[in-house]
């Protein structure tokens, strides 16, 4: 699906197909920003190539990954009058129990947005963004939009965090209330493997943010940079905060082995008190379980004989 909204001064907010925008003049003092959310139709290709004339490696790029439901690494790529970049979210499920993994590639221009992304679902980035985006969003820059598009982007992580907040007290009262077994360490081992998933995927964007915060282009204003600052800092925030929890599960597992060891310990000591017992009567059963013509302690009567 491809959708296009453009604001002018004359005509104000308004949107056409993507279909009906054949040509896209760099100088145009209006503002347009294509969504697309469908590679596979022709006419994404055709939008990209034809109308906005970008570089065949970066509309590679945008539809290979977002085409194969693959992750690209983050990345921005500067053009002169574009940049290109690549950035990656989640899309956590109703409770945040469950999430995937999305690729977001961005064109941004002076007068031009153009997104292109792979969400499963209604709930998408462009979706939500459209529900509170007007005229006066418009007037501030392709920039800003993009701005907001990365903003709600970063604060999809902190559902997941919170649940995985919620299971980390969850497996840690478990493991000091209840047994020890096999489904309490893989409940361990499962969120250590997420938190590291997380961290990986949330320290790889902060770089891409910094370039946008510190304005290394002039299609970021200066009033913009304050904007992709405060996102870069929740960003840092969302991956300090994973690391964190990384390494109190990891301290849970240190405990829980612990526990492990302490039942170990006590079984061990049951089964050497038992084992002290039956000792001596094993010792005793065996000694005069022989078959000796003479045992000790037993006087044999001369009749039988």
């Known amino acids: 699906m491809i959708t ?14 993507g279909d009906d925008l054949t040509k896209w003049d760099y100088d145009c003092p209006d503002i347009v920003w294509t969504d697309i959310h469908d ?56 409770t945040g129990k469950k999430y995937s993994i999305f690729s977001l590639s961005c064109f941004l221009g002076k007068n031009f947005l153009v997104t292109i992304h792979n969400e499963k679902g209604e709930n998408t980035i462009s979706k939500n963004i459209k529900n509170y985006i007007s005229e006066s969003t418009f007037k501030k820059g392709p920039d800003f939009i993009l701005n907001l598009i990365l903003d709600e982007i ?22 000091f209330k209840e047994m020890p077994s096999n489904r309490n360490l893989l409940s361990i081992l499962n969120l250590k493997k997420e ?23 002039d299609l970021i204003s200066l009033e913009e ?22 390494d109190y599960v990891s301290g849970i597992l240190d405990s829980y082995l612990s526990v492990v060891n302490n039942k170990m310990n006590e079984v061990m000591k049951f089964l050497t008190i038992i084992a002290t017992i039956i ?12 078959n000796f013509h003479t045992i000790p302690f037993y006087k044999v009567n001369s009749d039988f004989i």
């Open 154 to 175: 970063v604060d999809r992580y902190y559902p997941v965090l919170d649940h995985i907040e919620s299971e980390i007290d969850t497996v840690e009262t478990k493991i």
């Open 4 to 17: 296009t909204t453009v604001y002018s001064k004359e005509k104000g907010l308004y949107s056409i197909p």
């Open 195 to 217: 938190l590291i998933r997380l961290r990986r995927i949330s320290a790889y964007q902060k770089e891409i943010l910094y370039k946008l915060s510190r304005r290394e282009t």
């Open 279 to 290: 000792l001596p009567l094993t010792l005793i059963t065996g000694i005069f379980g022989m």
């Open 225 to 246: 940079s304050v904007y992709y600052r405060n996102v870069y800092d929740h960003l840092v925030r969302v991956a300090d905060t994973s690391e964190s929890y990384r």
């Open 39 to 94: 590679v596979n139709s022709e006419d994404a290709g055709v939008l990209l190539k034809d109308v906005f004339q970008f570089h065949p490696l970066a509309i590679e790029d945008s539809f290979k990954y977002v085409r194969e439901q693959a992750v690209h690494h983050p990345k921005i790529d500067d053009f002169e009058k574009y940049l290109f970049i690549v950035f990656n979210g989640i899309q956590a499920g109703e």
